[in-house]
Every structure is written in C-alpha cells, then in structure tokens.
C-alpha cells in the first residue's frame, strides 16, 4: 500500500500545503483520505481524478472535505466519457452536508456522481481496502479511519484529541497518521486537537510501527514537534506535501 500525503495543512491551507488529503493506492485502487480545502489541485499531480475509487470522510469541517465540490465538477461535467458513481463515506449527515456546500436544492443532485454511505459500525470494503471507522474526541462527529491492504495497516486519525478510540483505533497498526495541532505546554483547550506529544504517547499505546505527524497549523512554530515526540520508540517524521510512503 503506498500512501501520498497531497495536503497536510491544519484548519486551512498554508502556502506551501493544502490541507488534509491524503491518497491511499493498492493493486490500482486509488482511494483518499479526506479532501480539504486547497487539496484537488496538487491531488492532480498525483492522480486523474476519474480514476479514484472512493472518499473516505474523517468528519465535515472544511479543512477536510471542503475541496469534495470540485470533485463532483469534475466528475458531473469533465468531457469524455461518463464517470461511474464512487463511493463516498462520512459522518451521519455527509449527504446533506455535501449537497449544502454545494448549493444543490437536494442530496439527491450529489448522488448524481457519488453514492453516498455514512460510515457504518461494522468493517467495509472500498475497492482492494478494507476499511474500519472508530468515533473519536472532536466537537463533531468524527473518526479515526483504519485502512488495510495487502497485509499492511494504516491508522489516520482525522482530528481528535487523546483518547482510548484512537488507540483502540490503531493498535498494531504499522503506520499512525495523527494530528498534531496542538504545541505541548500551551493553553490548550480540552476535546479538540493533539500536540505531537499526544500524538507520540497514543501511538505508542496502540503499538504502532512507525508515525507521521500532520494536521499542523500555520500559525504555530511547529520547529519543535519532532522533539516533542521524540518518546515514541519507531520512526516518526513530520509530513509534508508530496511525500509518499510505502506502507
């Protein structure tokens, strides 16, 4: 399995990233990880656009499917052959949250060019990924999303603060995608985000193999996050656009 990270940015695009989007591919599978504002442009350099299989949805903040408007441009309205629907999974109300970002009248416009599933409770399968969904601790419904194939997990986090879902989420997995909003030391307010030292103390509970940090802010010195998680005992990187990871 190999991962691309196209935009890591947390809470809106930096200059020099999109924010969360993140492309999982296997045997010719291609699926994303959230599509966030800023995300559908690099995701081009890494992809076509008709040929993605699916979108997995961590929660509805803007961050994280905001860019899910250009998708279904492109895919409504691109000239040459008609695109066949692609599964898309989110929270409860994904359908309505999409067709109100779009300005469509109904859910039913949206289901035009994505079938739509709120992410259920028992595991699932997007083309060669299986698929599992654990509640997390953000102020909105959200999850950590673990993705298997060919014999390799990955664990993403979506946003959250610390919690027992997310290790419950990712224990034995060999790669921890976590957020790491926050800087250890600040006044940080409670049920929202981790700091890369979070992130680090719930990827080693879980026993993952190695762990990248993402989700980082603009407007934070992030300089210190590799110190922060200097703790975890497997190999931890910062990710920045463009990386590609063999899982």
């Known amino acids: 399995m190999r991962l691309t990270i196209v935009g890591c940015a947390g809470s809106f695009p930096r200059p020099d990233s999109a924010a969360s989007c993140y492309l999982l591919e296997h045997e010719g599978s291609r699926i994303l990880l959230d599509l966030g504002s800023g995300a559908l442009g690099p995701l081009q350099s890494h992809t076509e656009l008709r ?29 040459g052959p008609p695109m066949s629907k692609i599964p898309v999974y989110g929270p409860s109300d994904v359908a309505l949250r999409l067709a109100q970002a779009y300005g469509a009248k109904s859910e039913e416009r949206m289901e035009e060019v994505f079938d739509i599933h709120p992410l259920p409770a028992e595991v699932f399968t997007v083309g060669a990924f299986t698929v599992s969904a654990t509640r997390v601790d953000h102020p909105v419904e959200a999850y950590a999303l673990r993705v298997t194939a060919g014999g390799s997990t990955i664990v993403y986090s979506g946003d959250t603060a610390a919690c027992d879902g997310l290790v419950s989420a990712a224990t034995g997995a060999d790669v921890a995608l976590f957020e790491a909003s926050f800087r250890h030391g600040d006044d940080n307010p409670p ?57």
């Open 191 to 247: 049920h929202l985000h981790m700091s890369a030292r979070d992130a680090a103390e719930m990827a080693s509970a879980a026993g993952v193999g190695r762990l990248i940090l993402t989700h980082q802010v603009a407007w934070h010195d992030n300089s210190g996050a590799l110190a922060e998680a200097a703790d975890f005992e497997g190999d931890v990187v910062e990710a920045r656009p463009g990386q590609v990871v063999e899982v």
């Open 51 to 79: 040929d993605l299989d699916g979108v997995l949805l961590s929660h509805l903040h803007p961050d994280h499917f905001a860019d899910m408007c250009g998708l279904f441009v492109t895919r409504r309205y691109s000239p």
